[in-house]
């Protein structure tokens, strides 16, 4: 599924698992910290597309097959996209129900499987609010062709409004534990504890932030094993229509380091938010900055919705001097 397909109008904000320090779909003022210059990838002549193909893969195509250096991006996906239906069920549960300290309750997965789910009303009032926790333990639950097992753990920090209105905003704790997914012969997983932000307003504009200040990932990859840690990381998408058309921004900072890099750091940031624009499957403006050793830098910059621009400055010194062209497709 592209990215599109995650747009966050009233029903669809399911699907991305974003990385992130809570807030709207912006441009590059979230830069991640620095890390140490010694720990850093240089970027280069041999490694800048692969490093590229790892950067767009988990900033925009996250609900997609291929996931990022390491496929934490199809797992947090499909993490974001369980939660938000949990705790669609548990809104539309709690209200109805007499007081109750917890309901559990089994919810079947749309390609097979279940979720066992629990919904823990802290102050017994009946109602979906402020310290009220939903836990979710995936048995073999099967959904967009993966399947996901393992804890995932959420508790409501704020809410205003009715979840899943066309008028609400809440934040969220997400923990997970064990929580892994499979996906033909791939594996993922990952344990950790997460910040979920997402609103909605009558006026149609969905947003929808998902952030960790650290969260590490393991699993197989076509056949390679992997590790990977996101820092400091962020990935918002804003959607909206504009002019009868929908158009879903996405902003994204994180400092990424994998074992397919030796578990050298670079950071990313969204000088200019990708955007994409109705049905297309692909950005057609916007540009990502992938950020290594000795000021090395890469540039993606979206051409059109078919191709990007890869341009790799080597030495640091703001001379690109290495650049090539590459369709969506390919560095998905």
Known sequence: MSIHRTGLSAVSVACVLALSACGGGGGGDNSPAVPSESTMLGLNASNYQAVAQST??????????????????????????????????????????????VLNETLPCSQG???????????????????????LDAQSCKEDGAVMQGRLALGVQALNGVYDSNNFSATLTMTLTGFGVTSDSDVAQADGSLTLTVSQ???????????????????????KVFSTALTDTRLSLRTETIGGTLRTSVAYTSSLSSSQFGDKVVT?????????????????????????????????TALNVTQARLELDAEGDGSYETQTLKTWAELE
Do not use: C, W
């Not at 009558?202 to 197989?220: D, F, I, Q």
């Open 268 to 300: 990313v940031t969204t000088p200019q938010p990708m955007v994409i624009t109705g049905s297309d499957s692909y950005p057609s403006s916007g540009q990502m900055v992938v950020r290594g050793h000795a000021n090395s830098v890469l540039r993606i």
């Open 56 to 101: 767009v893969s988990s900033a925009l195509f996250l609900n997609g097959a291929s996931g990022l250096a390491g496929g934490d991006a199809r797992l947090l996906s499909l993490a974001a996209s369980t939660s938000r239906r949990a705790l669609s069920a548990g809104s539309g549960q709690a209200g109805s129900l007499k007081p109750l300290a």
């Open 201 to 223: 307003t009558p006026a149609g504009v969905g947003e929808l932030t998902l952030a960790t200040p650290r969260l590490t990932l393991g699993g197989r990859i076509e056949g």
């Open 113 to 135: 499987g279940n979720l066992a789910f629990s919904f823990n009303d802290a102050n017994n009032n009946g109602n979906f609010d402020v310290g009220d926790v939903i836990t």
